[in-house]
């Protein structure tokens, strides 16, 4: 079925830290993943994407690691700031070449001062 | 360049009416994707329009529609008003259809009594 499912609903972290954010997905058929932020009253703001040709992309204080074989990405926020704090999506695109992506239930990202 | 616009941004309804939303996505982009989100179900695909004509569509009623216009603007419509269609309807926009990045616009939150 479709699914894209995150580990963990709430991370809470130190200032400075680093944080990981987990996805699980199931569609094998995926080749575009993309993480989005979304905060209080927002809509979801695009952060980093990744295809399925790579394993690793880095931005600016956020990498996304793709793992094909076990179907898992993840967010990695270096140094994170109290900015930082939202919820976090992970969506793929799943198959077929339309623009319906799937996302996960998201994670709750605290970061404490 | 000013990113995807959507209204009204909250709307309060009851049972029973009908509804219509409007979204302009990003200047040049032509696929318009509309997605709900809520606490218990999170984001879910409703459909996507490209040049005019539906690509995709979710597992949603027939009571929701859309329809996009040649300047890529894109409204939806919800009859019949149900309590359950209480949240958030989100916009997103992108250049193309398929593996495409999608910019989201801050959505429309919708209440129906």
């Known amino acids: 079925g479709e699914n894209v499912g995150l580990h963990l609903p709430t991370l809470s972290v130190q200032e400075g830290d680093n944080s990981i954010i987990n996805c699980a997905y199931s569609?094998?058929?995926?080749?575009?993943f993309i993480w989005y932020k979304q905060e209080s009253g927002k809509g979801p703001q695009f952060i980093i994407d990744i295809r399925s040709n790579m394993d690793k992309r880095q931005g600016q204080r956020v990498t996304v690691l793709l793992n094909k074989t076990v179907k898992h990405l993840s967010l990695q926020i270096a140094a994170t700031q109290p900015g930082d704090s939202a919820v976090y999506f992970c969506?793929?695109?799943?198959?077929?070449?339309?623009?319906?992506?799937?996302f996960g239930q998201g994670t709750t990202l605290q970061v404490k001062p | 360049k000013a990113g995807v616009t959507q209204t009204p941004r909250y709307l309060i309804k009851t049972r029973g009416q009908q509804v219509t939303l409007s979204c302009s996505p990003i200047s040049g982009h032509r696929s318009v994707s509309w997605y709900q989100q809520t606490p218990g179900q999170g984001l879910q695909f409703l459909f996507e329009y490209f040049s005019e004509t539906q690509r995709n569509k979710g597992n949603f009623p027939g009571r929701f529609s859309g329809r996009q216009f040649s300047n890529s603007r894109s409204e939806m419509n919800v009859s019949t008003l149900e309590l359950g269609d209480s949240a958030l309807y989100l916009c997103?926009?992108?250049?193309?259809?398929?593996?495409?990045?999608?910019?989201f616009g801050p959505g429309t939150r919708l209440l129906v009594l």
């Open positions: 969506a793929e695109n799943g198959s077929g070449n339309t623009g319906k992506l799937i």
């Open positions: 997103a926009s992108s250049y193309w259809t398929g593996v495409e990045t999608q910019y």
């Open positions: 569609n094998s058929a995926s080749d575009y």
